[in-house]
């Protein structure tokens, strides 16, 4: 479907252009748009990068098996299928802590790994287990404690105070993280 409205906006946008005799001003805005992007692209490279070197280097030291032992217990209530396996376990732990530093970006690898691994362990390729749904809402409602994403696309738009979003974030988050896990344990007790 978008493949057919957004070349329908383009052309219109570009016969609008011409009649209104506003094709300057057009191009224009193609290079400025373009230049912007490329330099947004940077900046979350950048970014992106540097977190994503912080968990590979967390991820082989004693901090992540210390946070995996703190978050032990809310991976257990919210993933009891899960209490035996232990690597799938850590896996879960730094997608998790990868969502809490704001690392949508780092994070999402190690969900699709979780995901598969869940996958392969499914007795029932074409039905989501319960694990694997609430890994879905966790992942979407990304508690985030340092929105680093969030806060680098502000910093690369010039914004005055690009933390400021901080506090609003850790609202938003936390109550759709509470809202999504409780939704998904109500569905998951009414399936059963």
């Known amino acids: 479907m978008l493949n057919i409205i957004w070349p329908i906006f383009i052309i219109m946008s570009f016969l609008f252009a011409i009649f209104s005799g506003n094709l300057d001003s057009l191009n224009s805005s193609i290079f400025k748009s373009t230049e912007e992007a490329i330099n947004l692209c940077l900046t979350l490279l950048g970014t992106m990068t540097l977190w994503n070197g912080i968990m590979k280097i967390a991820s082989e030291t004693i901090l992540i098996e210390k946070l995996t032992q703190h978050l032990t217990p809310i991976i257990n209530f919210l993933f009891p299928e899960l209490k035996k396996d232990s690597e799938l376990k850590n896996i879960i732990c730094m997608n998790i802590i990868a969502n809490i530093l704001g690392l949508g970006n780092a994070a999402t690898p190690l969900g699709i790994k979780a995901m598969k691994a869940m996958q392969e362990k499914n007795i029932n390729k074409e039905v989501l287990t319960d694990s694997m749904a609430t890994l879905i809402v966790l992942n979407t409602a990304s ?50």
């Open 143 to 192: 508690i985030q404690i340092i929105p680093t994403t969030a806060i680098a696309i502000r910093n690369s738009l010039g914004s005055v105070n690009p933390s400021s979003i901080i506090f609003p974030v850790w609202i938003a988050t936390i109550s759709a993280a509470i809202a999504g896990i409780t939704a998904t344990k109500i569905f998951i007790k009414i399936g059963r």
